[in-house]
Structure formats: structure tokens, C-alpha cells
């Protein structure tokens, strides 16, 4: 109730209170100042004259109030809420905020009606927002947007390499009437089952997609097919707030303005289906070479499932290690048979229909067919470039396909001649499988790294890039055996041998820093300890004894000579008293991707990771380069319309010291100079490198550096059309009895590294400083009678005591006299896990407790999660 219609409190007699108070307003002034009021409480007779106009009636009603304050409804306080200054209205605000006549917290709370007004208000705002953008915002032009051009590669010189890409595609737009509706229904079903009732947007699929992209999470892309269409046909494929914002904007316009079957048929035609094909005609042919009219719905389902990744449903395999045929293919088919389902569940296809499609089986598309322009080395050149632009810029597959980018790349087309000439001197002069069943399915793989720049200038690839599709350069399973020692020999001397009194985890300054002239145990099938001097078990209970290359016993040897004849005991005892962790730490500070490498296993230090040719050749430059390591790299920048899309910002860390780094190099100069690796020399240019070999001859490398170049050159035999896919013995290869990393890689690495450095001039390695301390292994005396020569022992070792689960050899094979420089000595590479045919060799799959005597299988091998993508992987 407003205060001036309650009743007012009892007024002094007299004509005090508002009464007094209107009187006295009313009273003319005569312009000087009124007299004191006098103390006395009661008001002379007829009006409140005593008090002196306005502000004497107020002070006068305040003293005739009972405690002399001001309460409502008294003379002189405004008439109540709303009045003031002698009871006339106040003015009204348009937002009464802070709320007036309300004391404390109530004074800051908004009404229900200044709420309600707020959420209307934001709502129109946006309603008037989003109105004006739809009213600006403008759809493009579709065929000018969808426009295929080509792309141009160019070599490391700036000329020309090949024209290719985006232009060779096969692109044929069909109108819906050809598209059958199995392939619109199994689209619709797995895509978007409100497809033909929605408005073109999912609001809450794009506010997830907002707020994803806003912390930093995992990229989302549209939701609906509308929003495919225009994310396809009009836009890029950045992933930005500004994109999601524009293909919200075209797609509310695209779906009140275009027909859904429009839209559909839009989609379809310019969807990406993997193997180059845009659109269902060109998918339909690439898969099944079939018009797309003559689509099963089997086969329509198939090609659904593409449109999730295509590079991950392609049964034939696609990039990276994660995209194996093996993977694919059991993606695809679970993806098939989802589509289907999904399609009976929608009300798209009969479940007798469906259980008919799935009783014939997986729809198994045709193989590949590679364009014609990518003949050679070029097809697997233009795959690196394009694999390390996705991975490395906001340019997407689906851009680079579309054509119209100038790439320019790090290739040497003199050195990627010269390595594929090396390679096919070798294959021609040896490898003849019209003669030798034993030299069909061999594959060579090769790539050549610049130490100062991480410029990848030469790889091989295969034999032929449209006969062969996997790039041996790239990631491909086949484990590198002891071209690995090296980063075991880098973690000692970095971390240092844990003392043995001491706990497990210790740090470096408890550790005893590893020189190379550290002697270790180097006879065969010795027991395998843990640092702490016990045994080691498996994870059966079982004891493990390690094997040489020829079942030799070596003697005493230091590090140096261990590293020089590929001798396997000493560096797998080295890694278990370092730890196999801090090696892991060694090969990853080098530049090899933790996804290719194996489960530290004790057997981890003699190889059993597989990374690529590219990798391996990057992590040995990193020792070429004194311990600065550098991301091998194919791509210096890419254009686009005269603009920079992508430029290749170099960057580099200190992986190792520089004494740690060149006293690696230093060892492995002896490897080259007077050890396995003997037939890898250049002349009066110095050259350092390691052979490997893995159990069963199921591979062969040569991996080295000078300080201009490193090179990795690897070799193993698969057979492509096998059902189960594995790694075969090389075991008769060109005639010879076994094949060693010192045999056809070393010729390779050499012939071709001759080539690539000719007219450069001869450059000497950084001096090797000393460090570490001279430690000894266990079961190596520090006499000054066990220290050993650089020559292997001239005397035959103890039999080592035979174990109750793996018994060693009855008769120990004493170790032979080789004189210096001696190469038939020399000659042969001692390095896999374990002499091949052994039985129980930890080299396999699993290492100790794995399946012995077994090698993974290539798809195995690629099976392993992450690997190559970006260009770049096996074991010794």
C-alpha cells in the first residue's frame, strides 16, 4: 500500500506536521533569514511560522516526533516511497537498477521483470545478429569453389619435379536420378537420420564443436550432411571459430534454399572416398570399377564407411603405421556391417535384405591403380611431401588434393638419382629371381639426411612406386638389430652404470659415468643379470642367455671392440646396468619416434624396435652433428596463388653433449676403419657407421654418417601377396649363405655415398675427448691380466654351466684370431639378437618370454600405434 494513503500518526495540536509543512511552503518570503527557532517544542498558534519556511517546518516536525527521528510518514519526509522534497514524485528511471526503496542485498537483486527483460533483450540481439549475417553473408560459387587444379613439385634447386595432384583426379558430377538410393540411404543412415526433417544445422552439435576448439581439444568437424556439403564445396578445412561460424551462417541459408535431394547429390559428388576419388562416380570406379549406378548395397555400404577416414578403411592399407591392411580391413568390415544395421534400424533396408548381404561376405574392393605420373621414385618423393605438409600445416588432405599448391621440397634429384642407381646396381648384379627362388620378394629401402640442416635429400623407396605402393623409406616394420647399439653405448655414457649396492631408481650423480674402453664379458650364451648382479627371470621364471652372431665367444672385450665385431652379450648386459628405460630415453633424445620403438625388454638394446629409414638416418646425424639434433624434414614451403601457405621454420636441441656425441662417432670409426663395417669405406674421407642384422637373416643394414651426410640403407624380403604377411629369411640371397648389414646395404651406403659427396670437399669429425670411467661388466675381472686387446681372444672361453630352461651349447665354439685389418676375419656382421636357428632367441616379438626363434611379421611390425605418416621404420 503506497505510503500516502496510510493513516498519518497523531500531529501536535496547533497545525504542526505536513499540514504545518504545506502551510509554511505556502508562506511568501521576505527575503531575509528567519529567526532561530525557540526551544520550545510547542508550535505557536495557526502555522509553523516559528520554524522558518521549508527546512524549519521539516526540523520542526523532526523535534515533535517522539526520540526526535524521521519515520515514515511524518512531516518533512517526503510523503513516503516515490516522494521526496516536500512530497512531490521523484523521477522515474527507465532501468531501476540498483532497485530503489530496498536496503541491502535486496538493493542488488533484479526484479523478475529486469531478468526477463535481460533474457529478451540477448535474444533479439542475436535473432537481429544472426538475421543481418544471413542477410550479408553470401553462398559461393560452387563449381568456382569445388574447381580441381594441379600441384607442383619442385626439387631442392627450384626446378620443376613433376605436375601432379589435384588435376589427375577422376571427378565426375552425376545427378542424384544415377545415384542409387542404397548409396543415399547408407550414407543418410550412417551420416544423418534426420537428414530430410532437420534444418541443415545441428545447434548442439556445433555448440560441442565451439567449445571443443575453444579449450584446445580435439578438433569436430559437421555434423549434418548440409554442413559437410558446404564445408566441402565452399570453404577450407581449417578447423577455426571463424570457419564453424561461416558454415553455420551458408549452411542455414544452403537448407532453406536448396533441395534436400540437391544438397545429397552435392555431397556425394564431392565427398572424398580415399585412393584420389571425389565423388561417387569416381569412388565407384577407383573400388569397384563400376559405374555408380551398378552400386550393390553391400558395396554402397563399403563406400559409406570411407567417407568416415578413408586413409584408415582402405582394405589395401593406407598411411602410418596405424593404417595397415590388416587394421583396415578389420575397420572396414566392422564399419560395413554397422552401416547396415544402422540402415535396418532407421528403416532404410529390410533385416532379410540385410542378413542376404551379410552372408555373402565383405564386399572386397579391387586393388589400387596408382596415376600414371608417379612412375619411379616420383610417386614416393611426392607421398613424403604430401604426408609432411598434412602433418605439419593447417593444410588438409582433402586441400592438397584439390590441387592448385607449389611445393617446394628438400630433394636432391643428383643424390635421389644416385641412390636409386646404387640401390638397382646391386639388385641387378645379385638379386636374380628368374634363377633363385630365394631373391624373390627381396625389397630395398633407403634415405639420406643432412646433419647440420635435417634436409631429407635422397630416399628409395621400392622398385617402382606404380608397382610397389609401400615406401620402404617411410615406416615399415622391419626391426634395424644392432645399427640400435649405438644409443646403448650414448645412454652410458650419459647416465652411467648404476651401482650395484643401490637402489633401482638412481640418479646420475649415484651412477658411474661409461667410457669405451669399459670391459664387459663378451663370450656367448653368458646368464643375463640385473644390474644388481641377480639373475634375470621372464616372465616365466626362466633365465636367459644371450647368443652371438656365429655362437663365438669373444672374451674380455671393451666396448669399443664389442661395438667394432657386433658382439652381443656385452651390450645387452650394458643396457640392463644402465637401464633399458634411459636407452629408450638415448634413441628418443637421437630423433627416433617413440612409436616405433619396441617394449624395453632386455633385448630392446640389440634392436628390436623398427623405425624408418628416414629416422634411423636422422638419429645417426644427430652424432654426426655433435649432439644437435634436428626433425628430418621434406618440404622448405609451400604456395598458393602467389601466397605462402607453409614455410619450414628450423629448429634444433642439444640431444647429447658434444663429448658424449663425438665419442660415439669415435667407436663407430673403428666399425668402418677395422671392424664389421669395413666394406662401407670412402676412401681417404672418414666415415663412421654400424652393421645390423636380426635373428633369423630376416633383415640387413647400414646405417653411417660422414659430417655432410647420413645415410640408412635397409633390406629384407616379403611377399605382398601372402595371405599372412611375414618377414622371410634372407638365407641363400644372391647366392650368399647369409645376409649381413656388411654385405649389399654396406655396398649400397658406400657406392652411393661415394657419389653423393663427390667434388665436396673431405671433412674431419670433432676430436673425442675422454670421459667416463674404464667400469667393468659382470663376470670382467679388473686385473691388469683380463684387459683385453682390440683383438678378439686368442684362447678358447669357459663353457658357461648350462641353464635348466634354455641349456647352452654342449661344445662352446672358441673364439678365432683375427688379425688387425683382416677383412675375411672381419667380414660379417655379428650383430642380431641371437645367431639365427637358435632356439629361444629373445629377438622376437616379445624379447625374453616372447615367441623365440620368431620375427614379427610386417603387419605385426606396422601394427604398432603411431610410426611413420610424416616419412618415416626394424631391428638388428
Known amino acids: 500500500m503506497s505510503e500516502h494513503r496510510r493513516k498519518p500518526p497523531p500531529q501536535p495540536q496547533g497545525g504542526g506536521g505536513r499540514a504545518a509543512a504545506r502551510r509554511a511552503a505556502q508562506q511568501p518570503t521576505s527575503g531575509r533569514r528567519a529567526a532561530p527557532p525557540s526551544s520550545s517544542a510547542t508550535p505557536p498558534p495557526g502555522g509553523g511560522d516559528q520554524y522558518g519556511g521549508r527546512a524549519g517546518a521539516r526540523r520542526g516536525a523532526q523535534r515533535s516526533a517522539p526520540g526526535g527521528r524521521r519515520r515514515p510518514g511524518d512531516a518533512g519526509s517526503g510523503g513516503g516511497r516515490g516522494r521526496r522534497d516536500g512530497g512531490r514524485p521523484g523521477k522515474k528511471r527507465f532501468i531501476d537498477y540498483p532497485r530503489a526503496g530496498k536496503d541491502g542485498v535486496k538493493r542488488w537483486l533484479p526484479s523478475w521483470k529486469l531478468v526477463l527483460g535481460a533474457c529478451f533483450t540477448f535474444i533479439g540481439l542475436i535473432l537481429g545478429t544472426v538475421g543481418v549475417a544471413l542477410a550479408v553473408v553470401q553462398v559461393p560459387s560452387e563449381q568456382k569453389a569445388a574447381a580441381v587444379q594441379k600441384n607442383v613439385y619442385y626439387w631442392s634447386d627450384g626446378k620443376q619435379m613433376v605436375v601432379a595432384g589435384g588435376g589427375a583426379l577422376n571427378r565426375q558430377i552425376v545427378p542424384i536420378a544415377k545415384i542409387p538410393k542404397s548409396m543415399q540411404y547408407a550414407v543418410i543412415s550412417a551420416e544423418n537420420a534426420s537428414f530430410y526433417e532437420d534444418w541443415g544445422v545441428d545447434p548442439m552439435g556445433i555448440a560441442r564443436a565451439v567449445v571443443k576448439m575453444a579449450q584446445g581439444g580435439e578438433t569436430q568437424s559437421g555434423s549434418t550432411i548440409t554442413q559437410q556439403f558446404v564445408k566441402n564445396t565452399y570453404l577450407s578445412q581449417e578447423q577455426t571459430l571463424k570457419r564453424k561460424a561461416t558454415e553455420l551462417l551458408i549452411s542455414i541459408k544452403v537448407g532453406a534454399t536448396k533441395d534436400k535431394d540437391d544438397i545429397l547429390a552435392g555431397y556425394l559428388n564431392t565427398a572424398y572416398y580415399g585412393r584420389g576419388a571425389y565423388g561417387i562416380q569416381a569412388a565407384a570406379r577407383a573400388y569397384y570399377d563400376k559405374d555408380c549406378t551398378q552400386l550393390t548395397a553391400s558395396e554402397s555400404a563399403y563406400l559409406a564407411a570411407t567417407l568416415n577416414g578413408p586413409n584408415l578403411y582402405d582394405p589395401y592399407g593406407g598411411q602410418g603405421p596405424a593404417a595397415t591392411p590388416e587394421k583396415n580391413t578389420k575397420r572396414s568390415m566392422d564399419r560395413w556391417k554397422w552401416t547396415l544395421d544402422r540402415e535396418v534400424e532407421v528403416g532404410h533396408l529390410k533385416a532379410a535384405e540385410r542378413d542376404t548381404w551379410v552372408a555373402k561376405g565383405f564386399p572386397q574392393p579391387q586393388k589400387p591403380k596408382p596415376a600414371t605420373n608417379r612412375a619411379g621414385q616420383i610417386g614416393y618423393l611426392t607421398d613424403l611431401a604430401d604426408n609432411y605438409i598434412v602433418a605439419h600445416s593447417t593444410i588438409s588432405k582433402n586441400q592438397l588434393d584439390r590441387g592448385g599448391y607449389q611445393i617446394h621440397t628438400t630433394f636432391d634429384r643428383d643424390k635421389v638419382e644416385a641412390l636409386s642407381k646404387a640401390v638397382e646396381d646391386v639388385r641387378k648384379a645379385n638379386i636374380k629371381p628368374d634363377v633363385r627362388e630365394k631373391d624373390k620378394f627381396v625389397q630395398f629401402g633407403g634415405a639420406s639426411v643432412e646433419p647440420k640442416t635435417g634436409k631429407i635429400v635422397a630416399i628409395y623407396g621400392g ?29 652410458a655414457m650419459t647416465h652411467g652404470k648404476r651401482d650395484p649396492g643401490l637402489g633401482a631408481t638412481q640418479s646420475d650423480s649415484q651412477r658411474t659415468l661409461v667410457s669405451p674402453d669399459s670391459v664387459y664379458n663378451g663370450n656367448n650364451k653368458l646368464t643375463l643379470r640385473n644390474y644388481n648382479g641377480s639373475v634375470w627371470h621372464d616372465p616365466s621364471g626362466s633365465e636367459w642367455r644371450q647368443v652371438n652372431d656365429g655362437d663365438e665367444d669373444r672374451g674380455l672385450v671393451t666396448l669399443r671392440t664389442a661395438m667394432q665385431f657386433s658382439v652381443n652379450t656385452p651390450f645387452i648386459q650394458l643396457g640392463m646396468d644402465v637401464g633399458t628405460d634411459k636407452v629408450k630415453e638415448a634413441a628418443l633424445a637421437a630423433g627416433l619416434d617413440k612409436d616405433q620403438l619396441a617394449a624395453t625388454t632386455p633385448t630392446f638394446s640389440l634392436g628390436t624396435s623398427a623405425p624408418s629409414a628416414i629416422r634411423l638416418a636422422g638419429a645417426y646425424a644427430t652424432f654426426a652433428a655433435s649432439g644437435k639434433q634436428m626433425d628430418p624434414y621434406s618440404v622448405e614451403k609451400v604456395e598458393k596463388d602467389g601466397k605462402p ?14 663429448r658424449v656425441a663425438n665419442n660415439v662417432t669415435d667407436v663407430l670409426k673403428t666399425v668402418v676403419e677395422a671392424g664389421t663395417g669395413t666394406s662401407a669405406k670412402l676412401g681417404d674421407r672418414p666415415a663412421a657407421g654400424k652393421t645390423g642384422t636380426t635373428d633369423g637373416n630376416r633383415s640387413a643394414w647400414f646405417a653411417g654418417y660422414t659430417p655432410q651426410l647420413s645415410t640408412a640403407v635397409g633390406m629384407y624380403r616379403v611377399d605382398p601377396n601372402a595371405k599372412k604377411q611375414e618377414f622371410l629369411s634372407m638365407r641363400g640371397v644372391g647366392g650368399q649363405t647369409t645376409i649381413h648389414g656388411a654385405s649389399f646395404p654396406a655396398e649400397i651406403w658406400a657406392d652411393y655415398m661415394g657419389k653423393a659427396l663427390k667434388g665436396r670437399p673431405i671433412e674431419q669429425f670433432e676430436r673425442a675427448e675422454p670421459i667416463g670411467e674404464k667400469v667393468f661388466g659382470d663376470g670382467a675381472s679388473p686385473s691388469p691380466s683380463a684387459v683385453p686387446s682390440t683383438a678378439p681372444s686368442a684362447s678358447p672361453s669357459k663353457s658357461p654351466s648350462a641353464s635348466p630352461s634354455k641349456p647352452a651349447s654342449p661344445s662352446p665354439k672358441p673364439s678365432k684370431v683375427c688379425l688387425p685389418f683382416d677383412r675375411r676375419c672381419h667380414q660379417g656382421d655379428n650383430g642380431g639378437p641371437g645367431e639365427p636357428g637358435t632356439s629361444g632367441d629373445p629377438g622376437g616379438v616379445g624379447g625374453p618370454g616372447g615367441d623365440p626363434g620368431t620375427s614379427p611379421s610386417p603387419e605385426q611390425s606396422r601394427g604398432r600405434p603411431g610410426g611413420g605418416g610424416l616419412f618415416g621404420g626394424m631391428r638388428d
Open 645 to 658: 601457405a607453409y614455410v619450414h621454420e628450423a629448429s634444433s636441441k642439444l640431444a647429447f653433449s658434444p
Open 463 to 491: 622398385e617402382n612406386a606404380l608397382e610397389h605402393y609401400t615406401n620402404n623409406a617411410d615406416y615399415t616394420g622391419v626391426q634395424v638389430g644392432s645399427t640400435f647399439k649405438p644409443f646403448v653405448l650414448a645412454a
